[in-house]
C-alpha cells in the first residue's frame, strides 16, 4: 500500500516559508498537430464541409474497444445565405465529431456513415446541432446500451443540457432533457465523469453572471435525475473569465483545466484569447488557483497562439496526457484548430519551490505514520542547490534522535524520485508520529511517497 501526497495540498502541509506553489512543465509532443479539421476528411476525399473550428475535445482511452477515442465540438457551414450568423452570410451550425487511434498519436477520422449533410452520410459526425459534448466509457454501468454515456447541448430550439447513451460509443439513443435551470447557457465543453470519490457523475458546465462566465457543477447517482447547479469556480473580471473546465482526480486532489477568457480590455495583448490554467480543489465544490495567472498550456506559436481548450487527461504508465485543440484564431473569430498532445509525468504536475533562490527555504509536513514506512520524495534541485530533511517531533521543534540534518544523506543534483534516509536508515519504528522538515535551496519540491518497507 502507498499513499502519495502532491506537495501543494494544503491537508499535506504545515508551514513553509520563502516557498511558493509551482506548475511542472508539460512537453509539447514533436507530433503535433496530431489533426486538422479545415475541412472534414472521410478518408476517401474531402468533403468541403468549410469547419470553423473543432474545440473541446474529450479524449479518453477506451478499454473495451482498446481505441483512444476523440468526440469533439466543430461548427460547420452550411452553404445556406443567413447574414445574422457570419460576416460571409453563411449558416453556421454545431455538430459532435468523432476521430479514433490506436495509440493515442496517429488518428483517423473514420468515414461512419450515421449522419447525413450535404446529402451525405461519408463523414465522422455523429449529431448534428451538438454543442460542448461529453462521451464517457462507463465500466461500472450493468446495462450494455447504457455503458457509453453522452452529456451535450441540444442546440436546436428550445435549447437544453440533454444526455444520451450508446452500446458502442458511435450510435446513440434519444436525447433526455436533464432539466438543469435556465441559467446554464452550456455552449462550453459540457464535460462529465464518475467521481469515484463520492461515487456520483458529476458535470461541470457554464452560467454567467451578468456578462462574466462561472463554472458550474452538478451531481447525479443515475445520470437521469440531477442536481440544482452551483458554482465552482469563476475568474475575476471580465478579462479573466472561467470557460469550460474538465476535471480529473489524482493522489487525493481533483483538479481543473480551466480556460481563461480574457475579454473586456480591448487593449490588451491577450484580449479575445483563452488560456488553460490548472486549478485544484480537495473536495470538488470549491477550486483555487495554484499559481494564478500563469497558463498550463502556453499561447505559443505555431499552432496555438490564439486560444487552447483541454480535455482531462489519459494516463499512459507514469505520464498524463493532455490532449487539447490550440487555435491561431481569437476567441470571437475561432479558426485553424487543431488537436494537438502535450505530456507530462504525474509526479511533476504541482510542488512547491523556492521564491528566493539564494535563500534557504523551509517545509513542513503535518505529522506522519512513521512504523513500517519509507518515504520517496520526487523533486528537482537547481544548479548550486540542494535539499536537505529532518524528522521533529510532533511539537514540531524537537528533533528525533538521529534523524537531524547532520544526519540526513546528502541528495545530489538531481531531478526524479529520491528515498529519504539518514545515515542509510528509513523512518524509525517507534510507532509515533514525525513531522518532515525540508531545508531547501534553488529547488522544487514535488510530492511524497509513503510505502511499507519491504
Known amino acids: ?120 452520410c461519408k463523414n465522422n459526425l455523429l449529431r448534428l446541432y451538438a454543442h460542448g459534448s461529453s462521451v464517457i466509457y462507463d465500466e461500472l454501468e450493468k446495462d450494455p446500451c447504457r455503458r457509453y454515456k453522452l452529456v451535450t447541448r441540444d442546440d436546436r430550439e428550445p435549447r437544453h443540457i440533454c444526455s444520451a447513451f450508446s452500446e458502442d460509443g458511435l450510435h446513440f439513443g434519444e436525447y433526455k432533457c436533464m432539466g438543469l435551470e435556465d441559467k446554464i447557457v452550456g455552449d462550453t465543453h459540457n464535460f462529465c465523469f464518475y467521481d469515484t470519490q463520492t461515487e456520483n457523475y458529476r458535470l461541470t458546465t457554464r452560467a454567467f453572471s451578468g456578462n462574466n462566465r462561472l463554472v458550474m457543477s452538478c451531481t447525479s447517482r443515475d445520470f437521469i435525475h440531477w442536481s440544482g447547479a452551483k458554482q465552482i469556480f469563476r475568474g475575476n473580471y471580465l478579462e479573466d473569465q472561467s470557460y469550460s473546465m474538465p476535471v480529473f482526480f489524482y493522489a487525493g486532489l481533483y483538479f481543473g483545466l480551466v480556460s481563461i477568457y480574457h475579454g473586456g480590455n480591448m487593449d490588451s495583448p491577450m484580449y479575445d484569447k483563452v488560456e488553460c490554467e490548472l486549478v485544484c480543489s480537495t473536495d470538488c465544490e470549491s477550486f483555487s488557483r495554484i499559481t494564478p495567472h500563469k497558463a498550463f498550456i502556453p499561447l505559443e506559436r505555431p499552432d496555438n497562439d490564439g486560444c487552447v481548450y483541454c480535455s482531462a487527461p489519459v494516463e499512459w504508465k507514469d505520464e498524463l496526457w493532455f490532449y487539447y485543440t490550440g487555435a491561431n484564431g481569437l476567441h470571437s473569430g475561432f479558426r485553424n484548430a487543431a488537436l494537438q498532445l502535450a505530456r507530462i509525468k504525474k509526479a511533476f504536475l504541482a510542488g512547491m519551490g523556492t521564491i528566493k533562490g539564494e535563500q534557504d527555504a523551509q517545509l513542513q509536513t503535518i505529522p506522519l505514520e512513521a512504523a513500517g514506512q519509507e518515504a520517496y520524495l520526487t523533486l528537482k534541485i537547481d544548479s548550486g542547490g540542494w535539499v536537505a530533511a529532518r ?42 508520529k514525525y513531522i518532515i522538515e525540508f531545508q531547501v535551496c534553488k529547488a522544487v519540491l514535488y510530492q511524497l511517497r509513503e510505502v511499507e518497507k519491504q
Open 1 to 120: 500500500m502507498e499513499k502519495v501526497h502532491v506537495l501543494i495540498d494544503s491537508r499535506f502541509i504545515r508551514n513553509y516559508r520563502n516557498m511558493e506553489p509551482v506548475l511542472g512543465k508539460a512537453v509539447k509532443s514533436d507530433k503535433n498537430p496530431l489533426f486538422r479539421d479545415e475541412a472534414i476528411e472521410t478518408g476517401e476525399k474531402d468533403c468541403g464541409f468549410g469547419v470553423c473550428y473543432c474545440s473541446y475535445p474529450n479524449v479518453f482511452r477506451d478499454p473495451a474497444a482498446k481505441l483512444y477515442r476523440c468526440y469533439y465540438t466543430v461548427l460547420l457551414e452550411t452553404g445556406e445565405r443567413h447574414n445574422k450568423d457570419n460576416e460571409e452570410g453563411h449558416k453556421l451550425i454545431t455538430a459532435l465529431a468523432y476521430a479514433q487511434s490506436p495509440d493515442g498519436l496517429e488518428w483517423e477520422r473514420p468515414a461512419l456513415g450515421i449522419t447525413e449533410f450535404k446529402g451525405s
Open 391 to 432: 524528522l521533529l517531533e510532533t511539537d514540531g521543534v524537537t528533533t528525533a534522535e538521529g534523524y537531524g540534518y547532520q544526519d540526513f544523506d546528502t541528495i545530489p543534483i538531481y531531478e526524479g524520485e529520491w528515498k529519504l534516509t539518514w545515515n542509510e536508515k528509513a523512518f524509525p519504528d517507534s510507532g509515533k
